[in-house]
């Protein structure tokens, strides 16, 4: 979980924009997940969710995590 929102923050993704994003989900159980999953896994539907929100197609997706497992 860590890595996923440092990647994002080095990126230039605000976590507040995220944390809006599933907070419009309406979904309170993504919420919880988000705020505290240990670990996110890319197969997850809220990280399909959240991609989409911000207009990330699924390789750009792909690549996140691969790059965020490096941090």
Sequence with gaps: ATQIRLWLLGRGISLA????????????????????SPYIERSHPLVEAIAASLGMAPVDVDAAFIEASSL
């Design 17 to 36: 924009v995220v944390d809006a994003a599933v907070a419009n989900s309406g979904n309170e159980a993504a919420m919880i997940q988000w705020e505290y």
